[in-house]
């Protein structure tokens, strides 16, 4: 099947999510003027990292993204994945991912798992504990965010349902561009799996961003890369390359789980 996807490469403003959330809908028209199937955006696009002020700034229930990503998604007739958001949701903060269908309805929400400590992530955001599993015309997706990368195990966990796209969003610093290259490659490679990663650009107070969002494809190839600049591309795949690679290399029934910790 073949998928056009949309990157949708952004500068975000700290702690300023009506200048934000105004950033949205000109890269959806984008993407449908291109004819993208999926439009993907970074992690904490409404906020940034502006965690000292999550009561302030923070989505209640996520409630003002659903309904932007809803409506765009219906009218432009695309899957919308909405990279993440901060939420307050039952008296706790998240890092959330609402992902919708062309129909405009809610496909999956996802809230990280795995919280980042050197961006005190776990001093102000709760973790999530479900999977994330969505499809896009008829092809089995899923997605983390950002941090989630370095847990091979997870990822591998949403690969057994038979994905064959892993998504990740990022807000992912400049001066660890080079891993995250090489994690995006290794994820694809062990999980025979297209991933497909978005990170922001720009800088907050604390750091800057590299941007470097890119597809990688079963084999571990950079088939497309971006620089560091806030931008928007669409690149097509074809997802008979996961079965070509799982047909030639079948590494998941190889696998001995039983021996597994």
């Known amino acids: ?31 449908a003027e291109q004819s ?14 502006d965690l000292t002020r999550l009561d302030q700034v923070a989505d209640k229930n996520g409630q003002r993204t659903q309904a932007l990503l809803g409506k765009l998604a219906k009218k432009y007739q695309m899957t919308i994945h909405g990279g993440s958001v901060s939420t307050e949701k039952d ?16 496909l999956t929400t996802y809230d990280k798992v795995h919280l980042f400590g050197l961006m005190h992530e776990d001093e102000y955001l709760a973790s999530g ?9 008829g092809i089995d997706a899923a997605s983390v965010i950002c941090y989630d990368i370095r847990f091979p195990e997870w990822l591998r966990t949403l690969s057994l349902d038979d994905s064959r796209i892993l ?6 610093p400049t001066s660890r561009i080079p891993q995250w290259r090489r994690l995006l490659a290794a994820r694809a490679i062990e999980n025979q799996s297209f991933v497909v990663a978005v990170n922001r650009v720009g800088s907050d107070p604390d750091n800057p ?32 390359e996961t079965d070509d690679a799982r047909g030639f290399m079948p590494v998941f029934e ?6 597994y910790r």
């Open 129 to 137: 504990v479900e999977e994330d599993h969505f499809q896009i015309k």
């Open 91 to 106: 008296g706790a903060f998240y890092n959330t991912t609402y992902i919708f269908g062309p129909d405009g309805k809610l």
């Open 167 to 172: 998504f990740v969003p990022a807000e992912w």
């Open 1 to 31: 099947m073949k998928i056009k996807i949309a990157l949708a490469q952004l500068d975000i403003t700290f702690g300023d999510p009506d200048k934000n959330f105004a950033q949205i809908e000109p890269n959806v028209r984008k993407a």
């Open 209 to 240: 961003f590299g941007g470097h969002s890119g597809i990688y494809n079963p084999m571990g190839d950079e088939i497309v890369t971006l620089d560091d600049q806030p931008q928007l591309k669409v690149f097509t795949i074809d997802t008979k």
């Open 36 to 49: 993208a199937d999926i439009v993907v955006f970074p992690e904490m696009w409404n906020t940034g990292y």
């Open 254 to 259: 190889d696998r001995r789980p039983e021996l």
